[in-house]
């Protein structure tokens, strides 16, 4: 009985469907979309309006008619902050769940641990957060920013500021190593000095020590990379010992929005460039942030990871309205090869470069200051994913399925 | 003067260690050095504690009052967890991991679904001081003070009092205890909510310089278990030369390498230790003086 009222269901969605909007006979069928991201443990906080966001954009695609006709579902998993969730349910959603797409992965580690799973069960996965850059795979598009267009707006803008003594302190991980590397690149190219860097293992809290060594330097500048809620305790620490040399970030304040979690000043002179936060002062952030605080009136934070899995979905959207209703992973990335799959989103235009599948962005210049109050000093407009391309990775000739960093560049032909 | 300078520094950052791991070790020295329950779920206690601390703190009350209602609110579900869960556990201390890591996972949850991802900190008190080229935060030094005080408290309070005579006698030889009149299920459960509160207290002291979220116990988790294990059954002789011991390790290591190798000697440090005392720091003191 209930079978029967299925199908019949499914018959008359059928026909309605083919009533619309004309498609081929799978049209009813709705798109299936993974979600694995993190909703519990050490990422949550960051990670929670990132499904939030997708969900928003699912419901506004689904009540304008759906792509291409077709309904999304949404099969969401929570990947509790660990490695090896990401890789049991990257299996299940591509190979059970037999979803056209995913949209998954927080921190850098989780990433290169579904990666492999994604590239041999051929499937097609968007990773929808900054990290350190460098992933040349197919089977990927990435729409959070890259050290190209973090780094390089950030630090010469703070060298200049403050002085070319240049102090890191990051992440033990793949994310805080290459991205310490390219802060070494991008400082010497203008001139500066290193004159420390510490690398700190997650889930680390107490940073007295680390403190007492930037004091024992002085640097004019210190770039902090710290990831999760443990390592955030740094600021509290070192705002209590009086350590106030003006800070840089390519994660914090965007991602962690440790200037709503703290107590003022402890954030204060913190400068991260962001391709968005909710304090962004656009008419279209303003209209966005009122249809996410309608929707989700608890939200705590807006932070641009969020935003990417927002504009995320509209991108996978266009490609599969543009490659006819085809969810084959070589149609859409046809589309993508024609260098023109642009959405406005509500940082601004952003575009998907054909030779990464990485995503152009605007990148706001955010300080935090005394009262932890935001202001942008700078806006630079449509920053792109250049590197990639520049150091020989083309995704339209060869896909290498790979990642490189500034010391391990793409092979020449 | 700048010699001086860097010994304080040196100094202040052994004590700032030798405090961390005495205060993440000492609710479960009682709990596990003691009882033999091995809480898994220490660090929500220490959680618990910091979230009540903040709340209370933001509502207006002085800090130092905020700590301690943070101690009391752990302590106070502390004595419901043990009527609950651990009374029915205390012969089959492998079931006490499965049961406690239980209820660390359902307090992680339940806090991240009931309160949300992350409350706003209160700040640390008291500013700062200036020796030498460096600068410290004062409150650092009432965490130091604190973690002395405690472990002060623990030895009167174990050695000196009626109430911890009996909570020892009670533990070593239940039975006999019991003959001669002493309630004993009274006395471990106000022994394992001394443990709770402890840490909830813990949590307190430390809720100003951390960010108060639901996995912020499980910093503390590491480090109280290798303290309780390197110190061995004793609260007092086996925690404080335990914290002391590890505490001037991970200070030097890290002033010398970083935080990645403040750990590594930690945990090398804790291997040769157990290696060479199987039965802890006080268990290789108590057999010395007896």
């Given at each position: 009985m209930l079978e029967s009222i299925a199908r019949g269901t499914r018959i008359a969605s059928l026909i309605g469907a083919g009533l619309l909007v004309a498609g081929p006979a799978f049209a009813a069928d709705p798109i299936k979309l993974g979600v694995l991201e993190d909703q519990s443990g050490d990422f949550a906080l960051a990670t929670i309006g990132k499904v939030h966001g997708i969900q928003l954009a699912t419901d506004e695609i689904n009540a304008a008619g759906g792509i291409a006709g077709r309904k999304i579902e949404l099969v969401i998993y929570d990947t509790q902050s660990d490695n090896?969730?990401?890789?049991?349910?990257?299996?299940?959603?591509?190979?059970?769940?037999?979803?056209?797409?995913?949209?998954?992965?927080?921190?850098?580690?989780?990433?290169?641990?579904?990666?492999?799973?994604?590239?041999?069960?051929?499937?097609?996965?968007?990773?929808?957060?900054?990290?350190?850059?460098?992933?040349?795979?197919?089977?990927?598009?990435?729409?959070?920013?890259?050290?190209?267009?973090?780094?390089?707006?950030?630090?010469?803008?703070?060298?200049?500021?403050?002085?070319?003594?240049?102090?890191?302190?990051?992440?033990?991980y793949n994310f805080g190593q290459i991205s310490a590397e390219w802060v070494r690149m991008i400082v010497k190219q203008n001139g500066g000095e290193m004159v420390g860097e510490e690398f700190i293992p997650l889930g680390v809290s107490q940073f007295s020590q680390t403190i007492a060594n930037i004091q024992k330097v002085k640097p004019d500048v210190l770039i902090t990379l710290l990831v999760g809620t443990a390592q955030a305790s740094y600021y509290e620490q070192a705002a209590a010992a009086n350590l106030k040399v003006p800070m840089g970030s390519s994660v914090n304040v965007g991602q962690g929005y440790e200037h709503k979690r703290f107590k003022p000043p402890s954030l204060a002179n913190m400068y991260a460039t962001v391709n968005y936060i909710e304090e962004v002062d656009t008419p279209e952030s303003k209209a966005f942030v009122a249809k996410w605080k309608a929707k989700f009136p608890n939200e705590p934070y807006i932070n641009q990871e969020a935003e990417n899995s927002y504009h995320a979905v509209y991108l996978y959207k266009q490609m599969v309205e543009r490659a006819n209703g085809s969810t084959a992973r070589a149609d859409l990335r046809a589309v993508i090869a024609k260098g023109d799959v642009c959405v406005d989103a509500p940082e601004g235009k952003v575009c998907i470069d054909p030779k990464s599948q990485h995503v152009s962005h605007t990148i706001y210049m955010a300080r935090v200051g005394e009262d932890h109050s935001i202001t942008f000093p700078k806006v630079w407009h449509d920053i792109k994913p250049y590197w990639l391309g520049e150091a020989g990775c083309d995704l339209t000739k060869k896909d290498p399925m790979a990642q490189y960093t500034p010391s391990n560049p793409p092979p020449k032909p | 003067m700048d010699f001086l300078s860097s010994l304080f520094g040196f100094v202040y950052q052994c004590g700032d260690a030798f405090a961390f791991l005495v205060l993440a070790a000492c609710g479960l020295a009682v709990i596990f050095g003691m009882m033999g329950v091995i809480n898994l779920a220490h660090g929500e206690f220490i959680m618990c504690g910091a979230y009540v601390t903040v709340t209370t703190a933001r509502a207006g009350l002085p800090l130092p009052l905020a700590i301690l209602?943070?101690?009391?609110?752990?302590?106070?579900?502390?004595?419901?967890?043990?009527?609950?869960?651990?009374?029915?556990?205390?012969?089959?201390?492998?079931?006490?991991?499965?049961?406690?890591?239980?209820?660390?996972?359902?307090?992680?949850?339940?806090?991240?679904?009931?309160l949300g991802s992350s409350v706003q900190g209160v700040g640390v008190p008291l500013g700062s001081f200036t020796v030498g080229a460096y600068s410290y935060s004062t409150y650092r030094l009432v965490l130091i003070a604190s973690a002395l005080a405690i472990l002060a408290g623990l030895y009167l309070g174990f050695n000196k009092t009626r109430f911890g005579i009996l909570a020892r006698?009670?533990?070593?030889?239940?039975?006999?205890?019991?003959?001669?009149?002493?309630?004993?299920?009274?006395?471990?459960?106000?022994?394992?909510?001394?443990?709770?509160?402890?840490?909830?207290?813990?949590?307190?002291?430390?809720?100003?310089?951390?960010?108060?979220?639901?996995?912020?116990?499980?910093?503390?988790?590491?480090?109280?278990?290798?303290?309780?294990?390197?110190g061995g059954a004793d609260v007092f002789l086996g925690t404080s030369p335990a914290a002391a011991v590890l505490g001037v390790v991970k200070a030097a290591m890290t002033s010398w390498q970083g935080q990645l190798f403040g750990q590594i000697g930690l945990l090398i440090a804790v291997i040769i230790v157990i290696r060479v005392l199987p039965k802890g720091i006080s268990g290789f003191i108590l057999r010395e003086r007896g």
């Open positions: 090896t969730r990401y890789q049991e349910f990257m299996r299940r959603v591509l190979q059970r769940d037999k979803v056209n797409v995913v949209f998954a992965g927080f921190s850098s580690a989780s990433r290169e641990a579904y990666r492999p799973i994604v590239d041999q069960l051929d499937g097609f996965a968007f990773y929808n957060n900054q990290y350190e850059g460098g992933v040349c795979d197919g089977h990927m598009v990435v729409t959070g920013a890259v050290p190209e267009q973090q780094f390089s707006t950030l630090i010469p803008w703070m060298m200049e500021k403050y002085g070319k003594r240049v102090y890191t302190i990051a992440a033990d | 209602c943070g101690g009391l609110a752990a302590g106070a579900v502390g004595l419901v967890v043990e009527r609950l869960v651990i009374r029915q556990l205390y012969d089959r201390p492998m079931d006490t991991i499965v049961a406690t890591w239980g209820l660390s996972l359902i307090a992680t949850q339940g806090t991240l679904i009931v006698a009670t533990i070593q030889l239940p039975h006999m205890a019991e003959a001669l009149g002493v309630d004993t299920k009274f006395v471990y459960s106000m022994t394992f909510a001394l443990g709770a509160a402890l840490a909830g207290l813990v949590g307190g002291l430390y809720a100003p310089t951390m960010t108060i979220v639901p996995t912020m116990g499980s910093t503390f988790i590491m480090e109280a278990f290798v303290t309780v294990v390197v």
